[in-house]
């Protein structure tokens, strides 16, 4: 069974920084590139960061550029992201999320198949 | 960026009803599309992919069509747990963008 597990979110001071974490389990987790998505409260959902399956390449959204990293580590089965200078438009539940290639030779990146329950960040003074 | 645009915004169905979603991209997206359902507290849910390809386990009550740039959700007969946001989204290029959502409420 896939299971992934957020953890890391909290409240944070505008100008802070925070770093999530994902438990990946069930899958081959180096088989696959894994992404960031979050949902600001009442919001809809966001794309943020995206990770290729052995962490060579990455691609976040232009608004968030500089300021979030994403990153893994294969051997542990674990995904990041490091977020520097959070603003109160941060704010927000974030997920991991399992990609779905529409193919993998070569890999093509496609849908997400299984997603965690999420974590809270909460950027205010 | 590719936008992504679902209508309407609230969709009020009788149990038992059909309901059909509709998504509309700015540009081509060829059928590089997926929607996902998501209830009050919880993740979202992968239910479509490739516009039209069911998730493993979705009921066949729950269908997708259409390419390109114009896309449906259809829900054939409305059960009580399919009242939920729904949302789309274009896998064709970066960034994956995702619709505003279509809210699927009770009439």
């Known amino acids: 069974e896939v299971q992934l597990l957020e953890s890391g979110g909290g409240l944070v001071q505008p100008g802070g920084s925070l770093r999530l974490s994902c438990a990946a389990s069930?899958?081959?987790?180096?088989?696959?590139?894994m992404a960031w998505v979050r949902q600001a409260p009442g919001k809809g959902l966001e794309w943020v960061s995206v990770i290729t399956n052995s962490g060579d390449s990455t691609t976040s959204a232009d608004s968030l550029k500089g300021r979030f990293a994403i990153s893994r580590d294969n051997s542990n089965n674990m995904l990041f992201l490091q977020m520097n200078n959070l603003r109160p438009e941060d704010t927000a539940v974030y997920y991991c999320?399992?990609?779905?290639?529409?193919?993998?030779?070569?890999?093509?990146?496609?849908?997400?198949?299984?997603w965690g329950q999420g974590t809270l960040v909460t950027v205010s003074s | 960026e590719i936008v992504m645009t679902q209508s309407p915004a609230t969709l009020s169905v009788s149990s038992g009803e059909r309901a059909t979603l509709s998504c509309r991209a700015s540009?081509?997206?060829?059928?590089?599309l997926a929607w996902y359902q998501q209830k009050p507290g919880h993740p979202p849910r992968l239910l479509i992919y490739g516009a039209s390809t069911r998730a493993t386990g979705l009921p066949a009550r729950f269908s997708g069509s259409g390419s390109g740039t114009e896309f449906t959700l259809t829900i054939s007969s409305l059960q009580s747990e399919d009242f939920a946001v729904y949302y789309c989204q274009q896998y064709s290029d970066w960034p994956k963008t995702f619709g505003q959502g279509t809210k699927v409420e009770i009439k």
């Open positions: 540009q081509s997206v060829s059928s590089k």
């Open positions: 069930g899958f081959s987790f180096s088989s696959y590139a």
């Open positions: 999320a399992k990609d779905q290639p529409t193919q993998m030779y070569p890999y093509d990146s496609g849908s997400f198949d299984y």
